[in-house]
């Protein structure tokens, strides 16, 4: 079944401006949070991850929350700039040895 | 390091006909690990490794087979390929399993006709 929701599936932000994309999971077993970008034609990179012993992580433009109890992360990029558009997954690993992804957010930067 | 590395990069099958998509890192990585990606569905796994000998089935395997005989290389393979097989596979590894960064190979574009 899904074990990985993401939302929305597609963003468009004014340049400048914040974007925030979340997602949901199922295992309460989970403790590894990453957030991989994909450019067009290209393929998915880590931009940023986060383990469950943390609440936030940042790293520049780009951070990461993490609520546990509601079993719900977000990657939030401030300050956005025309080649932070992209394809990004957000994934969460399963108990059973599998890593599960969400099935991306299309964001774009408008000029 | 060349890294993850798939090949071909393209590839054109017709319906029926079966093929071997090859995967490869020099990481020595245990895990291992192929995704197909299609639109508006993510990467969805098909099948992955925890080490050499050792494969187990992920999301949607039906169609696909893959065995682990070395750590370096991770072949798929497509029984009696079907238009619905058509998509961009991607091979990935990382080095101890689904709680640390996926390295991912550039992908090959299947198209079955």
């Known amino acids: 079944g899904e074990n990985v929701e993401q939302h929305p599936s597609t963003l468009s932000v004014q340049e400048g401006d914040s974007a925030v994309i979340k997602c949901t999971y199922s295992?309460?077993?989970?403790?590894?949070f990453p957030w991989y970008k994909q450019e067009l034609g290209k393929r998915p990179q880590l931009i940023i991850d986060?383990?469950?012993?943390?609440g936030e992580k940042k790293d520049q433009r780009i951070a990461v929350t993490l609520n546990k109890t509601a079993k719900h992360f977000s990657l939030h990029i401030t300050e956005t700039q025309p080649e932070d558009s992209a394809v990004y997954f957000c994934a969460a690993p399963r108990g059973d040895d599998k890593i599960i992804f969400g099935k991306g957010t299309r964001l774009h930067i408008l000029p | 390091n060349a890294g993850v590395t798939q090949t071909p990069k393209f590839q054109v099958l017709k319906t029926g006909q079966s093929m071997t998509l090859q995967c490869a890192q020099d990481m020595n990585h245990e895990y291992m690990s192929w995704y197909r990606q299609d639109p508006g569905m993510g990467l969805r796994l098909i099948h992955y490794s925890v080490g050499a000998g050792i494969t187990d089935q992920g999301e949607v395997p039906n169609g696909y087979n893959v065995s682990r005989s070395t750590t370096e290389d991770f072949p798929l393979r497509l029984l009696s390929a079907a238009p619905s097989q058509t998509s961009v596979y991607f091979c990935?590894?990382?080095?101890?399993?689904?709680?640390?960064?996926?390295?991912f190979g550039p992908g090959t574009r299947l198209t079955v006709t």
């Open positions: 986060i383990r469950s012993n943390v």
């Open positions: 990935a590894s990382s080095y101890s399993g689904q709680w640390r960064e996926q390295y």
């Open positions: 295992d309460s077993a989970s403790n590894y």
